[in-house]
């Protein structure tokens, strides 16, 4: 290991060696000769030699044979220089590693997703990764919850947003998440209805309306059931969507009202009115995922900071 002194030294003794002159064998024995190595480390001859006398004190015995065409190492001297020449590679990896996290000069990542992201908070999201590290390559998958933690495990994806609500906590010990931000559950109207010149609106006044749901037992139907249920009513379905963007086209022509994740309505038709929910909306958290097992390589680590601080520049959008 190396101290605080710039020494490296040796586990279960007291002897240390300097890795300068550590540094200078390994020039020595890959040259073949003090000159050359004198001359690629941007020292004399005179001063090389004298150095590599101290290294041999310190380890006890020779480390060169010194020969009228040069030098070779000894045995001791062909093990301390294999060693030297691992910590230095090893030292050199690191460093590179610390490039890449302050620069970013290289690498791909990939990210798993969910539509009403992808379609909102994510692009502000991309824009700014891509600026600040455009040599990174950037691919994006947008999938079902199931299908982005099958892709995360298997390390297709490196990161991947997900969602969860207060009634069912996401929970894998296998995986890391942090909360990137929470939105409110919303209502919307057609731009004709009797509600359309509201803010809010409570679940109780809508007992009597036609739901247009999302189809395929997506999880806005269990917050519809739940909301519904705690006001005293079973709601009717009048029209199941296959996206959010249909739900929109349908309520903006009075087939009915929809409750939504309020980033599902980041693009919104101009005949449909977003009503709250007040208090009590329904919360769902965003959460940023990531497997517990791993070591997260730089671009993972940069994505994850922008991430955070672009939700946190959008704190309250969209609650």
Known sequence: MIDHSGELLKSGSDRSFDTRRLALLLE?????????AAESMM?????VSQQLRKLEQEVGQPLLNRRSRGVVPTEAGQVLAGHARKI????QAAQSDLDQIAGLKRGSLSVGTFPTLAGSFLPAVITVFKKRYP??????????FDELLADLESGATGLCL??????NPFDDDGVRVTEVFRESTVILVSKGHALADRDSVSMEELRDESW???????PVVEVLQ??????????????LANDYQEAQAMVSVGMGVAMVPRTAVALQHPDVRVLGLGPGAPLRRVLLAQRQDKVYAPAE???????????????????
Not at 43 to 47: F, L, V
Not at 212 to 218: E, N
Not at 302 to 315: G, N, Q
């Open 28 to 36: 020595v024995v890959e040259h073949g000769s003090i000159t050359a």
């Open 43 to 47: 020292y004399t001859p005179s001063a």
């Open 88 to 91: 230095f590679r090893q030292m």
């Open 135 to 144: 040599a990174i390559g950037l691919s994006v998958r947008s999938a079902r």
């Open 162 to 167: 997900l969602w969860d609500y207060p009634w």
């Open 212 to 218: 247009i749901v999302r189809a395929d037992a997506h």
């Open 226 to 239: 739940r909301s519904a249920t705690d006001a005293g009513f079973e709601p009717t379905i009048g029209f």
């Open 301 to 319: 680590v940069a994505f994850h900071s922008t991430l955070l601080e672009v939700a946190r520049e959008r704190a309250g959008e969209y609650l």
